[in-house]
């Protein structure tokens, strides 16, 4: 079984709707990370989590908000869907050790299409 | 804040020949510079990363430089192969504290046969 797992893998929506992205991971890693990939851009940060307590604002996070549900769940919620949010979305998580982040894992993205 | 650059956007070398992407960053403060490999369908995957206090680092075919000063890393390829086909990226950050990943735009690389 996948160590990061996000669903849904695939989503169509329409403007104005509210949508859920789901992130869980088995790693036991306490840092959690929401992305967003566009064509020519690259991976882009929205919300990180240190931990359940711990929200943190990314690069891109206005029109999105996150919830931390429990150490291995990560959500991302897009409550009123725009077009220009069609993309692929990944979740990564990765551990501290030693006061140094480690490697971050990536999940096999959402790939988003908003109409 | 950081910013990276990386070129090129894509890139096509024949089988068994040398592949190099190269990545500049803007913030001297940067020392932890990961690279990843995204295969079609999947998340991105750390293939070899690389922390200021080396200059260059090597696991088989693969192998990064880093030149602090001039504030750039680069990603070499040798002997080439088709599975290599990917897109990849390279990224820079703090090693520590929230290590807040800045990526570049994405280098597409294909292996001719």
């Known amino acids: 079984d996948a160590d990061v797992t996000q669903t849904p893998r695939n989503r169509i929506t329409k403007t104005g709707k509210r949508i859920m992205l789901e992130c869980s991971q088995t790693k036991g890693h306490d840092r959690m990370y929401w992305y967003r990939q566009d064509p020519g851009l690259g991976l882009r940060l929205i919300y990180y989590s240190f931990d359940v307590k711990d929200i943190n604002k990314g690069e891109i996070s206005d029109g999105y908000s996150v919830s931390r549900q429990a150490q291995a769940k990560f959500s991302l919620s897009l409550e009123s869907a725009i077009p220009n949010q069609t993309a692929l979305y990944f979740c990564a998580t990765s551990d501290l050790a030693g006061g140094i982040t480690d490697t971050q894992y990536f999940g096999p993205g959402t790939r988003l299409t908003v109409l | 804040g950081e910013n990276v650059e990386q070129h090129p956007s894509t890139l096509s070398v024949q089988e068994g020949d040398s592949a190099v992407i190269k990545c500049t960053y803007s913030?001297?403060?940067?020392?932890?510079f990961p690279w990843y490999k995204q295969e079609l369908g999947k998340g991105p995957q750390l293939i070899i990363d690389?922390?200021?206090?080396?200059g260059e680092k090597k696991d088989q075919r693969i192998a990064v430089t880093l030149n602090k000063t001039a504030k750039h890393f680069s990603l070499h390829i040798t002997e080439t192969q088709p599975e290599d086909s990917a897109v990849y990226f390279c990224a820079a950050s703090r090693v520590q504290g929230a290590q807040k990943l800045v990526f570049g735009q994405g280098t597409r690389l294909t292996i001719n046969p």
């Open positions: 913030d001297s403060a940067s020392n932890y």
């Open positions: 690389i922390r200021s206090n080396v």
